[in-house]
């Protein structure tokens, strides 16, 4: 098992920054990717960013040049950041591990409780 814990949510304006941070835990060796997803309320889990153990990135189309996803593996923490903030970036912010590696875009194995950013017009 996989412990995972969000921190970092709350309220920015449009146009500011953010970082989230999450905390991994537990069998760290099973672990080969860590990704961020976010939630609206009433609608699917959306696949944000990734990064493989390789270091390797991925990001949604809708976050991309804005976003950038790291790791610390000392810490054991995977941050995202995120930059010009907009409205539709509210959401609840999940932080994910993935065993396998492989189609990170489509789900991980392992999910945090989620963390909430709320960005204001």
């Known amino acids: 098992q996989v412990q995972l814990v969000e921190s970092g949510g709350g309220l920015v304006q449009a146009g500011g920054s953010l970082r989230l941070s999450c905390v991994f835990s537990g069998n760290i060796s099973s672990i080969a990717a860590m990704g961020w997803y976010r939630q609206v309320p009433g609608k699917q889990r959306d696949f944000v960013a990734a990064?493989?153990?390789?270091?390797?990135?991925m990001y949604a189309d809708s976050v991309k040049g804005r976003a950038t996803i790291s790791r610390d593996n000392a810490k054991n923490t995977v941050y995202l950041q995120m930059n010009s903030l907009k409205h539709e970036d509210t959401a609840v912010y999940y932080c994910?591990?993935?065993?396998?590696?492989?189609?990170?875009?489509?789900?991980?194995?392992?999910w945090g409780k989620g963390t909430l950013v709320t960005v204001s017009t």
């Open positions: 994910g591990a993935d065993r396998s590696g492989l189609a990170l875009d489509y789900g991980m194995d392992y």
């Open positions: 990064i493989n153990s390789s270091g390797h990135k």
